[in-house]
């Protein structure tokens, strides 16, 4: 938990941006500030089989939210103040911070642009401790962080002949956990479409060149990073059917990792064929590089996509498949991929891949990451199974989401499977798991809510082999009482069960809560 003081010093990049901009688009602003008021009863609540103790925490949460839409600017920027007092573990009671900010400004009219985010929260810092989806549980686990990027970019349309995109972005990371190293990241992007005056061919190049220099707390030097990238590829359309590819591309990157890097050039031409509307497949072979895709179109509701891709220098060398799948009926929704990345636990944050806050819809039932006025709070973590880390990591994962809607009841279920080998240490970490939430409308307005989480970690490190399995069921009751108020009250069951006994707890809580929107 920090102080108020302190936040604000740390998101000043983001104040200033706000201030900018009330500046210099006046009005059209939609302010709407709310409060949440919540009494939270555990029997666990600093989650120790071995010497359990039950507290009542009163939570106090005034937030906001100021959004505009239209014109030459749009923002949308969540800021809320979880209060937290403890009847029993007083020197547990204190505030947290999250915040949720995006923006786009127009500079100049269709040309200069300046897209802004700032994000703020909190972060489980070892998956493999003891760990909740809540804030009142006084485990000494989680950390506070901060995320903000400045983004100018220029767009034009070069006479029909091409079309262009250069950006810079300046970011940062900071943690309040003094063994996670702060991040700046500096970057330059550059992409270029070929026009409509280029009839049958067609062309995109790309460039970036990214820094990213670090700031430990605890002393430890770390070296910088830095990544370069350039690549073009090419389209000639013989008939409707076929058409020539080539691509053609080199590698300069520099990384923290104990294997050896390989940086060069890489070129393949190919094919692409498309004989019906339903499918088509590309594939290209030349120096260090060989590619396949695959397309299929089944029926119009429905879209798969396989890649293979073999590549011998940049990031993810190696054989490497992707692939993804989308179908929907009038009801129904379903979702399924597979990717392979190289990343740090920092982009992910900038990226909005990290933990961060979002809400529960009341008339629906379902988690909705952009929250919204009369959203009731929910502290789940988006990337709740991996603890923070200063490596550079590759990363695999597969998840399949299924979700229904029918005239009262909404489903929806996520399995997930995750693997990451740091590049530093050599430890691997594999993560398991499914997530559901079935709502029920039992009155005109009132839902009836059932959710749960299932995830099972295996931590194959050179010092340990641990095996965790974290889990929680939670039900829920909620009213909208009035326009502008909505109740709650709901029952949870979280539990922790791992190889090493010291990490196991079971924790029942009960939490009534009311939210108003002003």
Partial sequence: MICAGNFLNRQAGLIVMIVFMNTAYAGGWDITPRISLAEIFSDNINLDDDDKEYDLVTEITPGIRISREGGRLSADIDYEMQNLIFLNETDASGSNHRLNGNSTAELARDLVFVDATARAGQSLVDANSTRSNSNINNAGNTTDFYAYSLSPYLRNDFAGW????????YSEVIYDDDDSDDQTQNSFDARMNSGRKFGPTSWTATANHTTLDYDSSSGESRDDEEYRNA???ARYRISSLFSLIGTAGHADNDYNTTDEIENGS???????IQPSRYYSFEAQKGNNLKTATANAYPTRRTALTVT????EVGLNPGEVWEG???HRTRRTTWR????????TQQQQLLTGSGPSFGGIDPETGEPNPDPQPGDLPVDEPL??????TNEVYERKRGEGTFGMKGGKTGLRITIFEERREYQVSGDEERVRGISGSINRRLAPR?????SGYYERNLDDTANSDLEDVYAYLRTEVTRRISRKATGSIAYQLQLQDSNDDSRDYTENSLVARLTVVF
């Avoid at 890489?266 to 692409?272: E, L, S, T, V």
């Avoid at 399924?336 to 990343?343: G, I, K």
């Avoid at 009132?446 to 059932?450: A, E």
């Fill in 324 to 326: 993804s799948f989308n």
């Fill in 308 to 311: 293979y891709r073999d590549r």
């Fill in 446 to 450: 009132t839902n009836g809510i059932l």
């Fill in 383 to 388: 990337d709740p199974f991996f603890s923070l």
């Fill in 162 to 169: 091409a079309e262009g995109l250069f950006r810079y972005t």
């Fill in 336 to 343: 399924a991929r597979y990717f392979e990345d190289t990343t």
């Fill in 266 to 272: 890489y070129w393949a031409i190919g094919g692409f």
């Fill in 231 to 233: 690549e073009l590829n």
